[in-house]
C-alpha cells in the first residue's frame, strides 16, 4: 500500500516550457487535491476533484489545468511554465464521511523554472 | 486576508517539557480544524482533529484544544520528543464547503531540544 505517490520527484523547466506531474492514490479515495507551497507560506489549493470526471478551481488555480484520469490518478499540466511557478507541489486524496476531512499528502515534487 | 493565522514561525522547546502551538481563525464558517506534522522533503501527515461541536480532543501525547468564543485553538504536545521536530500546519474547513477543501496556516517550526 504505497498511499500517493508523485512523480516526478524533482523538475526544472525553463521558461515557457510545459511538463504535467503526475500523481496516483491506492487508498479508493474519492477525492484528490493539488497544492503548491512556497516559502514560509501554507499550501495553497491549486485544484480538486471531488470525485472521479469533475475537477473544480481552487485557490490558485492561474496558469494550470489538471486531469483526472481515473479514480485512482490526478495529473497537474503547466502549459507554459513561469518562474512564479517555481514552488513544492503536493499532491493529496481524501475519503468519504468524517475521514474525507483527512487528506492524504504524497511526498511532493520539487519545481524550479528558470 | 489570511483566514487561518499561525504567528509563531518557530518554537523551541525543551526534551520531556510541553510544547504548545497556537493557531487563530477569523471565518465563522469554518467548523473542522485539524493539525498536520511535516518532515523535510516529505508531505504533511495528519495528525489530530477537532470539530467545533467539541472544545477538546486528545490522541495519546497529542491534544488539541478549541475556543470558538476567542476563534483559537491550540495543539499541545506532552512530553515533547526530538521527534516532534517539525513544521506544524493548523488547517480549517468551512461549513458546506465542497469537497472538504481546507485553508492551511503558514506553519510553525517546532525543535525539540535534547
Known amino acids: 500500500n504505497a498511499g500517493v505517490t508523485q512523480t516526478p520527484k524533482f523538475q526544472v523547466l525553463k521558461t515557457g516550457q510545459s511538463m504535467t506531474l503526475q500523481c496516483a492514490q491506492d487508498?479508493?479515495?474519492?477525492?484528490m487535491y493539488w497544492y503548491r507551497q512556497d516559502p514560509g507560506m501554507g499550501l495553497r489549493l491549486i485544484y480538486y476533484?471531488?470525485?472521479?470526471?469533475?475537477?473544480d478551481k481552487g485557490e490558485v488555480p492561474n496558469g494550470y489545468n489538471v486531469s483526472r484520469l481515473n479514480k485512482r490518478e490526478f495529473s497537474l499540466r503547466l502549459e507554459s511554465a513561469a518562474p512564479s511557478q517555481t514552488s513544492v507541489y503536493f499532491c493529496?486524496?481524501?475519503?468519504?464521511?468524517?475521514?474525507?476531512?483527512?487528506?492524504?499528502f504524497g511526498p511532493g515534487t520539487r519545481l524550479t523554472v528558470t | 486576508d489570511q483566514q487561518v493565522k499561525q504567528n509563531s514561525p518557530s518554537l523551541s522547546v525543551q526534551e520531556g517539557r510541553i510544547s504548545i502551538l497556537n493557531c487563530d481563525y477569523t471565518?465563522?464558517?469554518?467548523?473542522?480544524f485539524l493539525w498536520y506534522k511535516k518532515y523535510p522533503a516529505e508531505g504533511p501527515t495528519f495528525l489530530i482533529s477537532?470539530?467545533?461541536?467539541?472544545d477538546k480532543n486528545e490522541d495519546g501525547r497529542f491534544t488539541v484544544f478549541l475556543n470558538k468564543s476567542a476563534k483559537h485553538l491550540s495543539l499541545h504536545i506532552v512530553p515533547s520528543q526530538p521527534g516532534d521536530s517539525a513544521v506544524y500546519f493548523c488547517?480549517?474547513?468551512?461549513?458546506?464547503?465542497?469537497?472538504?477543501?481546507?485553508?492551511f496556516g503558514k506553519g510553525t517550526k517546532l525543535s525539540v531540544i535534547p
Open positions: 487508498m479508493n479515495h474519492n477525492s
Open positions: 488547517a480549517a474547513k468551512e461549513t458546506g464547503a465542497g469537497s472538504y477543501q481546507l485553508t
Open positions: 471565518n465563522s464558517m469554518f467548523d473542522y
Open positions: 476533484s471531488a470525485s472521479e470526471g469533475t475537477t
Open positions: 477537532i470539530s467545533s461541536i467539541k
Open positions: 493529496a486524496s481524501s475519503g468519504t464521511g468524517t475521514a474525507a476531512y483527512e487528506q492524504y
